[in-house]
């Protein structure tokens, strides 16, 4: 019975610290947020959601740590998603095998690794993920210290369905930040 309400408790706390929002919502946000401005036909805005990081207790407790995520979706099963993380990130190419295939793209953050599966560059893919990548604020915070926990840096991760990698290319090289002034992207 104390599982039970153990558990209860800890999706309630889980839920508190996550909520439905808009890209309105992004906007005011402290960390750089992205979205594509180039969607495939019949896409759509699905999702906004905002979390936030747990404080350790050698961080500041008056700064919340934001992080955010976006589904954009068509009627036919295909979507394209971004998800952010400050830190304790790990590979998100995980998939390598005998059917998936590997490619770098040029996006706005930089050189862009992928892997997709199935091979091949034009069919509709089952799964496309990228590497994360920093944007400036991560790499300025990892610059003065690489073992520096971020407080506005974060990674970015892109992965889509049922999208050709063509496609998924077009979204990444439309990205672009939202939000507060002086949130920009840096080239690598």
């Known amino acids: 019975m104390r599982w039970i309400a153990l558990s209860a408790l800890l999706l309630a706390v889980s839920y508190a610290r996550c909520s439905a929002a808009t890209l309105d919502d992004l906007k005011k946000l402290d960390i750089i947020c992205f979205v594509p401005s180039y969607l495939p036909k019949g896409f759509e805005l699905k999702k906004v959601q905002i979390s936030y990081d747990e404080i350790q207790e050698y961080e500041d407790k008056n700064h919340p740590l934001p992080l955010y995520s976006l589904v954009y979706e068509n009627g036919a099963g295909a979507s394209f998603w971004i998800d952010s993380a400050r830190e304790g990130i790990g590979d998100r190419n995980i998939m390598a095998e005998e059917d998936t295939e590997e490619s770098e793209i040029q996006s706005p953050l930089g050189r862009m690794y992928l892997i997709y599966r199935p091979k091949g560059r034009t069919a509709r893919k089952i799964e496309i993920d ?59």
């Open 130 to 188: 990228s590497n994360w990548q920093s944007d400036v604020n991560m790499l300025a915070e990892k610059s003065k210290d690489q073992l520096a926990h971020p407080v506005l840096g974060r990674y970015h991760g892109f992965s889509a369905s049922g999208i050709s990698l063509a496609e998924f290319t077009k979204i990444i090289q439309s990205l672009h930040p939202i939000g507060t002034s002086g949130k920009s992207i840096q080239s690598k």
